[in-house]
């Protein structure tokens, strides 16, 4: 599955407003009809522009996150580095 470029949300929002239904929207830009269903209601009333940046935005919430908070990394190196550098210390 791919995201819908800028230029067919652009699309989408000239043929709204020249009042095509969604299935009509899909054929021409080769999509699903619920792929533009879904898109059509992120934004109301639709606008090209705030529906992109409103999709670039939640873009960084799928996929993989880190999980090492910078507390736990202060954790993990006071418990597990610090016996490892005291004893590399000690005995050079």
């Known amino acids: 599955m ?4 800028s230029q067919e949300r652009t699309v989408i929002q ?14 021409i830009i080769k999509r699903s009809p619920s792929t533009v269903s879904i898109e059509i209601h992120q934004v109301t009333p ?7 940046a409103l999709a ?11 999980t090492l908070t910078p507390a736990i990394a202060v954790f ?3 418990h597990i580095c610090s016996p ?6 000690e005995n050079p």
């Open 2 to 5: 791919t995201s819908l470029s």
């Open 14 to 27: 000239t043929l709204l407003e020249l009042n095509y239904s969604v299935r009509a929207i899909a054929r």
């Open 46 to 52: 639709y606008k090209a522009e705030i529906a992109h």
């Open 56 to 66: 670039l935005k939640k873009r960084h919430l799928r996929g993989r996150h880190d």
């Open 76 to 78: 993990l190196n006071h």
């Open 84 to 89: 490892v550098d005291k004893k590399s210390v």
